[in-house]
């Protein structure tokens, strides 16, 4: 019997590997759809894998009134790192009403706190893709989830620290993964719009404005503002030139005129600390909200107004605080964590530059600040782990892992750093940390690493008490600082 044409075999070999790749596809196409997260430590549902974002560019329409949800397109660009038969996005507290994948309509379906799409092909690994998802967005808290959206005495602003940028719009929300951000804001009469960046147009049409800003650098999801109030802003220059705007509600403009005009100093102060400030404005916004917090929120920081407004506040406290937020901007924004168990970095630095200030311009002694930091480290540490191992938030808590630790006891590691290697090695390690690893992620990892190339030895074992471990190590230089007695045997 002759044998068939070779070509035959090939034939059936490529429809058998093609039904199986259906047989797979339809498979992973009808599994139920499973919210994913990058494995942080703290926040496990963060982020999603398979792909890396770009940019985002984020419409928002405000209706006039905070407690309404306003009509929102969020376009998100970004590289595939992996084939993806589905594309997880971070979303909550918004309803979709489409979603498109380069264009064309495609199924989505909600998972956790996430935005499941299933493209109608697999996509591969490295290639490009937009996807569309028009939404709403929605100021209103839901059972016991906060953040996202605060509304203000006159609108809206967003508080998105540390996983609650996906309640205000889509996206890939874990530090890690940082991208450029356009904003379009329409707001009726009377209203006006502010953003990270810088504005790049304005449009009017009948009674509604629509502001567009742009940053000029990548900006974790965290990290993302808009403010929608009856405002004023403000501009003024700082050093090199430097735009520096304010926002404020209009009735409170003059009264709090007096802190604005502190900021261009500020930013000297901190710039002959670190180096050239990193992005390409900055200012404060000044909210009528009661939030409990400041935030760093990237090129425009975030202030309750009652901080500058509420005589129980000392000057010097008040200057402080607004060092503290405008040191983030170098040590939290430009240099960001690579996951959030590397809150110290940023929380430490900032805590750091407020004291050193303080220290400085206020003769409240740095010295006295860390051996009182001192004394509570050890119950630091065991309320909320050490500073480059704190413990999870309590479910539902997304402030929960903001405790002392992170802050004082984590300035306290740098105070040992600066007494184990000197002021000179210590300011260098400083500047080069925010020059290495300007407009990027790093971690705890990184830091000890420079640390040991700056200072000429290997730093690890040093630094390996000070950050992870139960008891706090000897204060080198301080030996009779002593950490406080137990609850249990005080007074005894």
Known sequence: MPLPPRTHAPRRLKAALLASAVTVCLVAASAPPTPLGVGDRLFPYLGNPGYDVASYDLSFSYPGANDKPLQAVTTIDAWTTDELDRVNLDFARGKVRSVEIDGEPTTYAAAGEDLVITPEEPLSAGRWMRITVRHTSDPVPGKGRTGGWVRTGDGLAMANQADAAHLAFPCNDHPSDKAMFTFRVTAPKGYTAVANGLPADVEHAGSATTWTYRTHHPMATELAQV??????????????????????????????????????????????????????????????????????????????????????????????????????????????????????????????????????????????????????????????????????????????????????????????????????????????????????????????????EISGRDLAGFLEGWLYGEKTPPMPGHPDWKPEAPAEKAGQ
């Open 227 to 452: 403010s929608i109030g009856r405002s004023t802003v403000l501009h003024r220059t700082g050093p090199h030139g430097l735009p520096v705007r304010d926002v404020v509600p209009t009735e409170h403009r003059e009264q709090l005129e007096p802190w604005l005009a502190k900021t261009p100093d500020q930013i000297a102060w901190m710039e002959g600390k670190v180096g050239r400030y990193p992005f390409e404005t900055y200012g404060v916004l000044m909210a009528d909200a009661s939030t409990g917090f400041e935030l760093e929120t990237q090129t425009l920081s975030l202030f309750e107004r009652d901080l500058f407004t509420d005589t129980a506040f000392p000057a010097w406290y008040v200057d402080s605080i607004m060092v503290h937020e405008l040191a983030h901007q170098w040590f939290g924004d430009s240099v960001t964590p690579r996951s959030w168990s590397d809150l110290w970095l940023n929380e430490g630095h900032a805590t750091w530059y407020e004291a050193l200030y303080a220290e400085e311009k206020a003769d409240r002694s740095l010295a006295d600040r860390m051996k009182a930091a001192y004394g509570a480290s050890d119950r630091w540490r065991a309320e909320g782990g050490p500073p480059a191992a704190p413990k999870a938030p309590r479910s539902g808590s997304r402030l929960g892992i903001f405790r002392p630790n992170v802050y004082d006891g984590a300035a306290l590691v740098l105070y040992a750093l600066r007494q184990e290697i000197g002021r000179p090695a210590f300011e260098q390690l400083e500047r080069a940390w925010v020059s290495r690893h300007e407009d990027a992620v790093a971690g705890t990892a990184d830091f000890v690493k420079l640390a040991s």
